[in-house]
C-alpha cells in the first residue's frame, strides 16, 4: 500500500449531525479532540471539519436529508434516523479521568467503565459507553494488559 498522506490515518470517520458547529465544540470540550479543520459557508453551515484525536481523525458535517441528498443517499444524524447509525471507539490514556469529564460535559453513560479481560491470551482493557448529544454510541477505552 501506499502511504497516506500527511497527518491521515488509513481509515477515518465522518459523525453527521444536527448541528455540527455545536457537535464540533462539545468534542473539544466533551472528549479532547482538537479542533484541526473547519470550513464554514453560507449562513455558518459547517461545510467540511476535521478534529484530530492523537493520529486519528473524524470529521463532523450537517445532514441532507430525504429531499436534498448529497451522494445519492440523505445524511442524516441519530436523532433524524430514530436511534444511532454507528459507533466510534477511541483509546485513551486514563478511560476512568475519560469518564468523568465526559459526564460532566453532558455525555449520557450507557455503561460505566468497567474491565473486559479476554483472558491470558488475548488483551484487557477498561471501557466504558457514552451517548453524545446527537445520539451517536462512544466506546472510550484503555488498554491495561497487551496479548502476549
Known amino acids: ?50 478534529l484530530c484525536y492523537g493520529e486519528g481523525v473524524v470529521m463532523v458535517c450537517g445532514e441532507s436529508g430525504p429531499g436534498a441528498p448529497r ?13 444511532n447509525t454507528q459507533s466510534m471507539m477511541v483509546y485513551v490514556d486514563d478511560a476512568d479521568a475519560h469518564c468523568a469529564q465526559a459526564r460532566a460535559a453532558g455525555a449520557r453513560i450507557v455503561a460505566e467503565p468497567a474491565l473486559h479481560d479476554y483472558g491470558e491470551a488475548y488483551w484487557a482493557d477498561r471501557s466504558y459507553g457514552a451517548i453524545d448529544p446527537e445520539g451517536h454510541l462512544w466506546w472510550i477505552t484503555q488498554r491495561i494488559r497487551s496479548a502476549p
Request: hydrophobic letters at 35%; a negative charge; aromatic letters at 8%.
Open 1 to 50: 500500500m501506499n502511504p497516506t498522506p500527511p497527518d491521515w490515518p488509513r481509515i477515518s470517520s465522518s459523525l453527521v449531525c444536527q448541528d455540527p458547529a455545536a457537535m464540533i465544540d462539545w468534542l473539544c470540550r466533551a472528549f479532547g479532540f482538537q479542533l484541526r479543520l473547519k470550513v464554514e459557508g453560507e449562513d455558518g453551515r459547517i461545510e467540511h471539519s476535521e
Open 71 to 83: 451522494f445519492g443517499t440523505p445524511l442524516l444524524s441519530p436523532r433524524a434516523a430514530g436511534g
